[in-house]
């Protein structure tokens, strides 16, 4: 199993400024993804970060907002931008290796109050 | 479209009691995985089991078990003699072909909460 790592693992963020948050994972894999759980919510997919090409997000989330960087396959890290209090969140990522039996592990949650 | 139904917000139990977490799906694909996770108060999301959509075979793994059913298009988990470490919220997920068999939709949750 891949075992991941994400920095920080809890923040609390001024409004109107932006947080990157690291991923690590400690073997290559072939895809990792970005989900965000709001107090008290379900999981919702963010974005498919891509190795050395733009991210892929889902309906609701933008760029602008949410810009993602894959240098390589075992690193992506998601930036928070412009924060509002609506963005208060756990923030995880996730890995999914070709030949994993399509199991899909997470790491241990960023968890961002923004004030 | 998929759809994750977890019913059940909230159970509350003695330790030592069984209890059971229901989980319904929708998806039109006929290849997909069902997944089960589990979130402590700590946040992180530990795995628990994945299915496919092939393999109808119940699995038990210690005070846990799985009871799928295409035919009602359940994924049932059962905590036998329940203790206070399960206490958690768990959370029932599905991928499949259409919406890509590695990102994940998920239900909306159950918290359990196992009293001493």
């Known amino acids: 199993s891949a075992v991941i790592s994400q920095k920080p693992s809890r923040d609390i963020c001024q409004r109107g400024t932006s947080l990157t948050i690291q991923c690590q994972v400690d073997?290559?894999?072939?895809?990792m993804f970005w989900y965000r759980q709001q107090p008290g919510q379900s999981l919702t997919l963010i974005a498919t970060?891509?190795?050395?090409?733009?991210?892929?997000?889902e309906s609701g989330f933008v760029i602008d907002k949410f810009p993602i960087s894959r240098p390589n396959l075992t690193f992506s890290t998601l930036t928070v931008s412009n924060m509002s209090p609506e963005d208060s969140s756990i923030y995880l990522c996730s890995a999914w290796t070709l030949g994993s039996g399509n199991t899909i592990y997470f790491g241990e949650g960023s968890w961002l109050t923004v004030v | 479209a998929q759809k994750v139904t977890q019913a059940q917000t909230e159970i509350s139990v003695v330790e030592k009691e069984d209890v059971t977490l229901d989980c319904v799906y929708e998806?039109?694909?006929?290849?997909?995985?069902l997944f089960w996770y589990k979130q402590p108060p700590s946040g992180e999301l530990v795995f628990l089991i994945r299915?496919?959509?092939?393999?109808?075979q119940n699995e038990i793994s210690g005070r846990y078990s799985w009871n799928f059913q295409k035919s009602t298009s359940s994924f049932n988990f059962t905590i036998t003699a329940s203790q206070v470490v399960d206490s958690a919220v768990y959370f029932c997920a599905l991928s499949g072909r259409s919406g890509g068999y590695n990102k994940l939709i998920f239900g909306a949750g159950t918290r359990l909460a196992v009293h001493p």
């Open positions: 998806t039109r694909d006929t290849t997909y995985y």
């Open positions: 970060a891509n190795q050395g090409s733009e991210a892929t997000y």
């Open positions: 073997s290559q894999v072939t895809m």
């Open positions: 299915r496919n959509s092939f393999d109808e």
